[in-house]
Each structure stands twice: as C-alpha cells, then as structure tokens.
C-alpha cells in the first residue's frame, strides 16, 4: 500500500503565501499603479479608523453612544445592517468589531471589490509601516483599556499619533522583523524622499538594462546619457565583464553602483535597506520593473531604432497596464 506524501507545514504556508503573492500581482497589473497607490493609501486611512474603532469596541464589549455617532457619520448603513445580522446571529454578536472591517471593505471599497483588485490592495498595505503599527496599538490599547478603563477614551487623531510611536515590529516573524529594524534609524518623512529618489534611479537602470547587456557598444546616445548621469561606470562595467563569461551582470552592477554614488548617507547610516524594502513593495516600481520585462518579450532579441529617450521610456512604463492578465 502506499504511503501518502506528508506535507511539511512550513512549505504549506509558504505555497499559500506565493500564490496569494502571484494573485495580487496579477491583479495589481490589471491597474495603474497611479490608481492603486491612491487606493493603498485610503486603505491604510480606513484601516487605522477599523483598529481605532475596533479597540474601543472590544475594550467595552459594544458600542458606545459616542462611537456610534462616529459610525454613523463615516460608515453611514454600518449599525443598520449589524442590527440585522445580530437579530438574525445572537450568538455572533461578539464578532460586530470584525465584522466593520468586512463592511468596509465591501462599501468603501466596492469598486476594488467588483474590479477584482481588492486583494492587490491589501497585499501592498499590510507591508507598510502604518498597518504594522494600527495593528499593533489595537493590540496594546485593547490589553490596556480591559485592564483599566480610560475616563475618556482617545479620539481617532489622538489614536492615531499613539500608533505612530508603536513597534510596528512587535508582531512581525522575527526574519521580518530583523529585515526592517534599519527603519527604525531614520525619519519617515526623509526616508520616503530618498524612496522616491530610488525608484527614479532605478527606472534609469531599468531602461538601460536591455542596451547594457546587449553588448559593450552601446549607441551614441545612451553612451552620452549613461556619462552623463554616471560617469565612469561604462569603464567600470567594461572592466567587471570579462569576469561574468557567460551571466551578464550589468544591470546589477549599475544598480550597485547607483547606490554607492548616490545613497552614500543612507549606506553609511545604515538605512539603506530600508529603501529597498520600501521600493520592493511600492506599486511604480513594481509597475517598472514589469514593463521592462514586456519590452524584453516584444522587442526580443533585436533594440528598437531608434531607442526610445528616457523620458518616452519612463512615460510609457507609468501608463503600462496588462490587461491579458
């Protein structure tokens, strides 16, 4: 008789993380990332409101008068619709604080929803900093309110500025958690700066790549574009690829160099991975990184002549929808 293959755990939840993963992006890629940055966004506005909101109700076992009228004026149907689910569910009555953030998601963001990119969204906000930290004062307000109920309990701004101070790491697997303890070394307003100084660097790298490893001769033009934006790096890379045979390495090393000539403070701070973990998961550079991917498949094995400006580039990589998905 034969056995059945056991299944180890821990490749399980790694299989249903990677299709959940290639889901999202199949989705995200129906979108401008325009539009889905813009709905990540209020997403993260909504989710920080749901962990507010959520963290008084489950702290006082129900609604509070003052809550309800919060509710009403931003969720406006919200209590409506739970009145009936209760009378149809008493026993459920406990899950009213879950159940809000199900309604959000299928009234504010309906049109996610019924587009079929509600899962792309949420993929791209619970990597952000600000979910990690909601999540985590829910947990801590909730611990301390059973404890000792406040004499007034915190308005949304207030909430809000608390779970700014939180570890957004606290809850986080310790690999992940080792992976973003440099942004704890740098402001948010300056590192999302320096992000978007990245992202646009890399979008030079990006339409370099197809020319760079076509060979060493590159044509006048992205000759005098690469000279001028990184000076002495075609010498460089000229040098490094008699090293790489047959693996061209090109791509990689201008994105090294990038880094050193131009994210020295962050390097030498030791923030630097911070920006590429934020770049990693911003929607532009997702979108970027799949454009250039798509011109490889049509383009081939042959450049366009002429190869399109940066700029052209840039444009057409920031308007690039697939719809085929």
Known sequence: M????????GKLVSSVQRHAREQAEEEARRVPWQLLLEAR??????????YWARSVMESEDGIPNWLAKKLDELCPGFLADEKQYSARHPNEASLTPVRLGHWIDEHIFSFAQQGGWLLAITFYVVRESRYQEASVCWSESVRKWRKARPIHYPSFEQWCLEAAQCDETARLLPRVR?????FKLVDPERLAQAVSRFIEWEAFAYW???P??????????????INSRCPGFVEFNNKERLAD??????WHRLMLWIGDQFFQEAKREGWYDAILVSARNHPRSIRTMEYCDHCEQVWESELPTPYPSFEAWRRDADHYVDLAD
């Open 178 to 182: 080792k992976e973003r303890a440099c």
């Open 208 to 210: 370099m790549r197809l």
């Open 2 to 9: 034969q056995k059945k293959k056991r299944v180890h755990p």
């Open 245 to 250: 045979r047959r693996i061209p390495q090109d």
């Open 212 to 225: 760079i490893e076509a060979g060493p001769c590159l044509p006048i033009e992205l000759a005098r574009e």
């Open 41 to 50: 966004n209020q997403y993260l506005d909504w989710q920080e409101f749901y």
